[in-house]
């Protein structure tokens, strides 16, 4: 999957058309985070293979699938941003976690390789705040001594549209520093202080690789797919750990998604030796009584194949599957709570 791929997804959607032979099959609308894009389509080619239903998934931020979904302009919406309960409440909906994977800072320094660089939460806070300017900043090198930093101006690659990979980052920055929290605090959208904006995961790392000495933040998958200069971070432990499955998934241990109403969960800054610092759920929104309920059911079917054959596809891109726990009380909630016209559970 190429950069000019991630581009063009993000100007528009991936439909997957059934064939004639199953021209009867319910077609799936959707909208939202960028973040898990790469897998959605993943699955969404292999579920219309198996079974000829499409799904036609638009990836325009978390921001843009929630208005979608309130709105009842598409059968799903996806978020980075859980909602919280009252919220859910109020627009009839249901939200869960579909996914769990990692946001990592990327950058573009020619000669340094990915994971050569170190950064922490305070360093990229400073960064982001426009108060470390150059790559060759006495407090960047304190923690890569042996790592050749240039003197290169620092280019702030940030969200232009409303994002749950940005809530998760900003959450991220406002639990290591105070400064963060106090000037900028934690949001889908923020006013930033420094920087150049982007659409979407794929904008922000388009950006990133074609501008010299930028720093972004993206999911891991788009960083690793395109062979992004990534850096190691140092996490609440003070242990400097790697953007890996093993790391997102020591993070993601730490939830009880049992006890989390509405399935409200961040899991930024989680303790643990081995935890990814920056690491999130992507949570999927479906209205209780949807207007159709036949694309409802649909929707429903398709998360429940990916949940029982995506999570293959989902590790080969570094994302994490959900516990077979968790799905359980996943599937137990769509029963209970989305229903027809007629009353009866869509699940």
Known sequence: MTLQFLKRAALGAFALVATAGVALAVDISGAGA????????KW?????????????????????????????????????????????????????????????????????????????????????????????DAAIKKLNPKVKLPQLPIVVAHR????????????????????????????????????????????????????????????????????????????????????????????????????APGFYEILTNEAGAKSWPITAASFILLPKQPQDSAATAEALKFFAWAFANGGKAAEELDYIPLPANVVTLIKKTWASEVKGADGKALY
């Open 44 to 136: 969404a080619e292999a579920y219309k293979a198996a079974t000829g239903a499409s799904l036609n998934y638009q990836s325009i931020g978390s921001g843009g699938g929630i208005k979608q979904i309130k709105a009842r302009t598409v059968t799903f919406g996806a978020s980075d941003q859980p909602l919280k309960p009252e919220e859910l409440q109020a627009a009839g909906l249901i939200q869960w976690p579909q996914i769990i994977g990692g946001i990592v800072p990327v950058v573009n320094l020619e000669g340094i390789a990915p994971g050569a660089l170190t950064l922490n939460g305070e360093l990229i806070a400073k960064i982001f705040l426009g108060e470390i300017t150059s790559w060759d």
């Open 34 to 41: 960028t973040f898990p894009y790469p897998i959605y389509a």
């Open 160 to 259: 232009s549209d409303g994002s749950g990979t940005t809530f998760n980052f900003t959450n991220y920055l406002s639990k290591v520093s105070p400064a963060w929290k106090e000037k900028v605090g934690e949001s889908s959208a923020v006013e930033w202080p420094v920087g150049v904006g982007a659409k979407g995961n794929e904008g922000v790392a388009n950006t990133v690789a074609n501008t010299k000495g930028a720093i972004g933040y993206v999911e891991y998958a788009y960083a690793k797919q395109n062979k992004m200069t990534f850096a190691k971070m140092a996490n609440k432990d003070g242990k400097i750990v790697a953007p890996t499955s093993e790391a997102f998934q020591a993070a993601a241990s730490n939830a009880d998604w049992a006890k």
